[in-house]
């Protein structure tokens, strides 16, 4: 399931004009140019994506694109 996030998210990081090669596991969203507001723009596109909630206190330890994917495995997951 990690691997299918991983290209959702991609996906959706295009919309923040990330091109998909800049886009992996350790890549903070820092460095692929989104602010703190474009992280919760990401995180309500994630959210409809995959009928999930994602609380503010989720976003707390959220650095990276692998933290997303663990996040959203976690509560996607948890919803099966």
Known sequence: MEQ???????????????????V????????LGLDSLDVVELSVKIEDAYGIDIEE?????????????RVVVGKAGARA
């Open 4 to 22: 299918e996030v991983m290209v959702k998210l991609t996906e959706l990081l295009a919309q923040f004009q990330v091109e998909p090669g800049q």
């Open 24 to 31: 992996s596991g350790d890549a903070t969203f820092e460095a």
């Open 57 to 69: 206190s989720d976003l707390k330890d959220v650095q990276t694109v692998g933290d997303a994917v």
